[in-house]
């Protein structure tokens, strides 16, 4: 009768079923999120504009009278019922004025609430929760605690009224306290209910308490039971129940509205970081695709893929990143498990690909998610198949792929999720800690300590993880507890009798990222931390941490002697010998620098094992960045600027030519040289005539010229300077004054039909001379770039 509307047949059917007169005394068994029978009721008396709600509660009180203690379940069906029919306000009018409300106490707060969420209505039961509830005579003064919890509060009041808080902005840090409350108390918490908590977070801007409500879903200490919403039943939480992932699409909301609270606070990473640990608690440790740096989530689009909210939000986050790679491989993931794709969803993977690096480099977070991927697998892992158990060498293993991942995190400035990993691995082996004690005993005498240790204990014994966490500090501009971490971690190992050498040498790598901090702050006590290392204990990153720190503080003298120790330990790099460079040359204060340099440059060549030439050529544009044209033409013996000139461009077409054959695209830098040269050549007689008794390969005619320049024409295709408006009309001009016209007006042409915006100084060029002709379609192209250039 339901499915023909025929609501008065139906009605009376249901009635004549719950009428004790009529169908006996045998409780009626209702189902509480389809109750048929009342939603015939409410409907008919609604097409008849009789009392809804009376009409419906009559049934209620009928069936109450044959069943007591039932009646929690018959006054929420009828709020499902009245709900689903879009009655809400009348439950409302029935709970403020009818006599018999207030024998249903609670329950019917939370019916009419219900029947507000149902109908969309969030704002109205949000309303109607803090009225009747928190500020009513239904709780105030209540002496009832709900099955020992510290709360008077109906749990199922609580409940709802958690699914409503998106109703009215700034209830975050309300729905918090409420979700903090039902876990303390111990109860269920509905899917319905996280969802509600998670979108208040959002409509805030809260990434704190969302991030919170995210860890209730996945985190190793999360004891709350999640259960379906719609049958209104929220009990304490049985410890037998294992918490699943029901109803997919909803929880696809639930980490949809997470991802856009990340993507509004420009977390872009922190949201895959968080959808890689859900989907790993949800599904278990999964080592499916890994190569790929989102195989880790492969699983969880796979369950909602479907969910356009869900991919839209995740898809956004890879925007803000960008990640190529990783952009690649989700697109190519959901493209395989659903042919039609939400246009915006296509747009965001077109927008990255053509605006991201280049795909085939691992850098920022399409490495950093490599790492992430393989972090969280190995957490769940030693979870799942351990059941907490940690042995000494798979902690050592966690430990070590903790701070790496740190470290990839805080170099593509994904810091929140460098963060949450620590605070993730930290939680778990807290559990260790707290359920195992053999394994802590084991722990503890492996990393020299005799009493049972915490997680956060545990991280910082590890000279890695230490080292990570204090440059994750330092990058945020947190100097201060950077250094101090390290004190506390050093006083910690001193009470253990270890020496400040024996310390250093067990924490080598967190005394280095020390010297770093304590440059920042103290320079002096960063020198002083340097020499008392162990030598041996240094490594090329300690001498750049100390460099860079003698660097800003103009230690001109002292990076110098920095230098020539790494030259005795071994600790060159190419970074350390630029900085040195560089600081030599802007000094005031020393003298001899030719010398000091060319001495640089040769340590570094035979350090590298390479020919002083070679080494110097191999990384002339950063030498010429850092010590200026003068003494770069000096190291190379350049005898005056006409020289220079020759044997810079000689050197820049070698480069060209070498990359070209290696399949690589030429640098940008060697390319421009390339062209301001070819204009240098075409007024400087002394240039030409050098070219033509040099020994050097460099262009001696018109025709090596134009070919040189065609060349680099055809490398610049689909880089950034194939629309830099200035190197386009440097290239066009140049193939002009060699007299390739033809080139040179197809080069314009092209040009100007991509919309690149061309000066008067070169239209007027292209069109004075009409050998070859313009053809009317070009002339079009070219005025429309010219007036696109002058709008």
Request: some cysteine; hydrophobic content about 45%; overall charge negative.
């Amino acid at each position: 009768a339901v499915n023909e509307e025929l609501w008065q047949e139906a009605a009376e059917m249901f009635q004549s079923s719950v009428d004790p007169e009529v169908a006996g005394y045998t409780p009626f068994v209702i189902n509480i999120a389809n109750p048929v029978g009342l939603y015939a009721i409410a409907k008919n008396a609604s097409d008849k504009d009789l009392a809804v709600a009376d009409n419906v509660m009559d049934a209620v009180m009928n069936m109450t009278m044959v069943s007591p203690q039932d009646q929690r379940s018959y006054v929420l069906a009828a709020g499902t019922a009245l709900g689903q029919a879009g009655e809400y306000q009348a439950l409302i009018d029935y709970q403020k004025t009818s006599l018999n409300a207030s024998s249903f106490g609670q329950p019917l707060v939370a019916a009419a609430m219900y029947a507000c969420y149902l109908c969309g209505r969030a704002d109205v039961a949000l309303e109607l929760f803090y009225k009747e509830l928190v500020d009513g005579p239904l709780v105030q003064g209540g002496e009832h605690q709900w099955a020992g919890g510290a709360s008077s509060l109906d749990p199922l009041c609580r409940d709802v009224a958690l699914r409503v808080m998106p109703g009215r902005a700034g209830q975050s840090a309300n729905a918090i306290k409420l979700l903090r409350d039902a876990m303390d108390d111990g109860f269920e918490i509905s899917l319905e209910a996280i969802l509600g908590v998670m979108q208040a977070c959002e409509l805030d801007g809260s990434l704190e308490d969302s991030l919170f409500v995210l860890q209730q879903l996945c985190g190793p200490s999360a004891v709350s039971t999640i259960v379906d919403g719609s049958l209104l039943s929220i009990e304490q939480v049985n410890l037998k129940k294992n918490k699943t992932l029901s109803h997919p699409l909803l929880m696809a909301k639930v980490l949809a509205s997470f991802a856009r609270t990340c993507h509004l606070n420009k977390q872009y990473g922190l949201a895959w970081t968080g959808l890689s640990l859900f989907e790993h608690s949800a599904f278990g440790a999964t080592f499916a695709q890994p190569d790929s740096s989102l195989s880790n989530c492969f699983p969880l689009l796979h369950a909602m893929a479907m969910d356009d909210e869900f991919l839209l939000a995740a898809a956004t986050n890879l925007h803000g990143l960008p990640a190529v790679n990783s952009t690649a491989a989700f697109y190519g993931h959901v493209r395989s498990l659903r042919p039609v794709l939400p246009p915006e969803l296509v747009a965001i993977r077109d927008y990255v690909a053509n605006n991201g690096s280049d795909s085939n480099s691992l850098a920022g977070w399409d490495s950093a998610s490599m790492y992430v991927s393989k972090l969280v697998r190995a957490t769940q892992s030693f979870n799942v198949s351990k059941g907490l158990h940690l042995e000494v060498d798979e902690l050592r293993i966690l430990l070590n792929a903790l701070a790496m991942t740190m470290n990839a995190c805080t170099a593509a400035s994904e810091y929140s999720s460098a963060i949450l990993l620590r605070e993730r691995v930290e939680e778990l082996l807290d559990c260790t800690s707290e359920e195992q004690d053999g394994v802590t005993a084991a722990v503890s005498s492996f990393l020299g300590f005799q009493t049972r240790q915490s997680g956060e204990s545990i991280l910082n014994s590890n000279d890695a993880v230490v080292a990570a966490t204090m440059r994750l500090l330092r990058e945020l501009d947190d100097v201060k507890r950077s250094c101090a971490l390290y004190n506390d971690v050093m006083a910690t190992e001193q009470e253990n009798e270890s020496d400040q050498i024996g310390f250093t040498s067990k924490f080598p790598l967190s005394t280095t990222e020390a010297v770093a901090s304590f440059g920042r702050q103290n320079i002096d006590h960063a020198i002083e931390l340097f020499y008392a290392m162990n030598p041996q204990k240094r490594d090329s990153e300690t001498f750049l941490a100390l460099t860079r720190a003698l660097v800003s503080q103009k230690r001109i003298r002292t990076v110098i002697d920095v230098f020539r120790l790494a030259v005795r330990n071994h600790g060159l790099t190419d970074e350390l010998a630029m900085l040195t460079m560089k600081e030599i040359y802007e000094s005031g204060s020393i003298d001899g620098k030719v010398k000091l340099l060319a001495k640089i440059v040769l340590e570094m060549a035979i350090a590298s094992g390479a020919e002083k030439n070679s080494w110097m050529e191999a990384r002339y544009w950063s030498i010429k960045r850092q010590v200026g044209w003068g003494y770069t033409k000096r190291l190379f013996w350049w005898k005056n600027e006409t020289a220079g000139v020759i044997g810079e461009l000689a050197l820049a077409l070698h480069q060209f030519e070498a990359r070209r054959e290696s399949g690589l695209k030429a640098k940008n830098v060697v390319v421009r040289t390339i062209v301001r040269h070819s204009r240098r050549f075409i007024h400087d007689i002394s240039l030409q005539q050098m070219a033509m008794e040099t020994e050097m390969e460099v262009p001696r005619s018109r025709e090596d010229w134009i070919r040189a320049l065609m060349g680099v024409l055809n490398e610049i295709k689909y880089t950034n300077l194939w629309d830099d408006a200035n190197f386009i009309e440097e290239l066009a001009l140049s193939l002009h004054h060699y007299g390739a016209e033809t080139e040179f007006k197809d080069f314009l042409s092209d040009s100007a039909s991509r919309g690149v915006p061309l000066t008067n100084a070169v239209l007027s060029q292209a069109m004075s001379n009409t050998d070859p002709p313009l053809s009317d379609g070009v002339k079009l192209a070219m005025t429309e770039g010219h007036q696109s250039s002058v709008a």
